[in-house]
């Protein structure tokens, strides 16, 4: 466990280099692509593209990704796929905010989808299931989700903060943790659905996305069953990837089928862009599969 909580891989190789059976995955909770900051909305949306368009992704998997319902307006959307080469996209809803943006979970490929399914865990909580045709005879699924958070307000965020700097008291927070009980039995009973779904793929598999969880959590364990965990293979330090309240949450993840992929490379990059911080990792379909 010590290996998913803490990532000792300073002194590894990452091999980034594209090869005929190798792909490249970000998965990324982009927050609303900054909608929810109306004064810096559009230099974020922006920032945002111009950093997944430099990363370039084969794959790209974008939770709490917004797009206007109005398709003239979605310019960011545009030039990741001009950029890009996507082929194909998908997007779930998760909910309409305004009755303008469409909020939700978003996966672009450079290649063929083959299959597309979206299973519902919970009240505005999804399973995006993703057949990706690598190659003709390669094939990969892919599982993208974003589990039930502790939906906390701003002002409760910056109360935490605070609390850090001790110039808060812990009166307010029992009613806090009330909330948060319930929001980790709620994650623990989408992960057993996640779980008994990600088990039949025929397919090699990789399950990522805003886990809102820890490594250690009965949702980050369920889920993982026997799939290998990217950040552990190749992750460095703490692996940060939510930027706010406590300095050491590891809460997106990448899984994946070790026994049928090797993982080449895994990176996670630092931004304030959103809340959380991008994970990128480089797959190679193993010989026979």
Known sequence: ??????????????????????????????????????????????????????????????????????????????????????????????????KKVVIGTAILSKFPIAGYKVYDLNTEIYLLECDIQVKADKKVRIYVVHLHSFMLTDKEKAYFERLKKNEENLKKTKPLFTRFNEAYVQRGLEADKVASIIEKSPYPAIVCGDFNDLPYSYTYTTIKGKLADAFAQKGRGMGRTYNQIIPTLRIDHVLFNEDRMKLKAFKTIRTSLSDHNPVIANFEFKQGN
């Open 1 to 98: 466990m010590f290996a998913a909580t803490f990532g000792y891989h300073y002194f590894s190789e990452n091999d980034w280099t594209k090869s005929a059976n190798s792909f490249k995955l970000m998965s990324w909770n982009t927050h609303g692509m900054g909608i929810y900051i109306p004064s810096q909305e559009k230099q974020l949306a922006k920032n945002i593209t111009e950093l997944i368009i430099q990363q370039n992704p084969d794959i790209l998997c974008l939770p709490e990704f917004s797009v206007n319902v109005d398709p003239s307006k979605n310019k960011n959307l545009r030039q990741l796929i001009n950029n890009n080469g996507y082929k194909e996209y998908r997007i779930n809803t998760d909910h309409i905010l305004n």
